[in-house]
Nanobody
Framework: QVQLVESGGGLVQAGGSLRLSCAASGRTFSTYIVGWFRQAPGKEREFVAGMRWSGRSTYYADSLKGRFNISRDNAQNTVYLQMNSLKPEDTAVYYC??????????????WGQGTQVTVSS
């Protein structure tokens, strides 16, 4: 089991940037992939970005490539989502999640509580 706590959300103007953080604790040694997801009101949760816990590979939703970047800090206990050129369509609750599976599209085992990102026009 992994505990995940997101932070860094807030209100930002269109074209601006935000950096979300996901602090991980617990049995992180069993984690294979950490991912970011988002869910807007009335819509299903969608994949945003993910990375192997080893840091060797990163993955992005095609529609977000070039604007969003996932990374880890030097201590390897915090995952970041750098969001640039934000659009109102990016407004959603953003979640980080962890899975022990090597399947990026498989079931994620642990989830954070989410952090709200609101982009004004």
């Amino acid at each position: 089991q992994v505990q995940l706590v997101e932070s860094g959300g807030g209100l930002v103007q269109a074209g601006g940037s935000l950096r979300l953080s996901c602090a991980a604790s617990g049995r992180t040694f069993s984690t294979y992939i950490v991912g970011w997801f988002r869910q807007a009101p009335g819509k299903e949760r969608e994949f945003v970005a993910g990375m192997r816990w080893s840091g060797r590979s990163t993955y992005y939703a095609d529609s977000l490539k070039g604007r969003f970047n996932i990374s880890r800090d030097n201590a390897q206990n915090t995952v970041y989502l750098q969001m640039n050129s934000l659009k109102p369509e990016d407004t959603a609750v953003y979640y980080c999640a962890a899975t022990r599976s090597a399947n990026l599209y498989g079931k994620y085992d642990d989830w954070g509580q989410g952090t709200q990102v609101t982009v004004s026009s």
